[in-house]
Structures are given as C-alpha cells and as structure tokens.
C-alpha cells in the first residue's frame, strides 16, 4: 500500500487501512445519498476503519472558497 495519499480537492492526507478494492466496494455500497458528499464518503471511510486521516497535514485552499468548506468535527 501506499505510504500516503491526499483527497482531491480536501487537501487533508489519509493513510488506506485497506486495498483500494476494498475501499472502492464499501464506497459503491453506501447509500446514494451518502455517496454525494466527498466529506461524507470520507468521515465514513475513516469509521470504517478502511482510511486514516492525518489531521496534522492539511493543505488550505483560497479565501474565496471558504464559504463552501465543511468544517472539521
């Protein structure tokens, strides 16, 4: 597996705690609806188990896009 990825467009680098099949089955099975959020796709990875955020090495995007971020919980 790879050392470490980031999340397009989150800027927040996360660990897989799994294969990218696995990962990509339990992507396809969740609920449309929970499918349509990036944000959520990955909150419900990371309970999942199957990533690992590294909280500690984000990158920020432009002030004009705040409006549109979620924030961190």
């Known amino acids: 597996m790879a050392d470490h990825q980031y999340i397009k467009y989150g800027g927040m680098r996360f660990f897989r705690n799994a294969e990218p099949e696995e990962i990509n089955r339990y992507v396809r099975e969740l609920p449309q609806k929970e499918r349509e959020s990036l944000a959520m796709v990955v909150r419900k990875l990371e309970e999942a188990g199957l990533i ?8 920020t995007i432009d002030d004009e896009m ?7 919980a």
């Open 52 to 59: 690992s955020l590294d909280e500690n090495d984000m990158v």
């Open 66 to 72: 705040q409006n549109w971020q979620e924030p961190n």
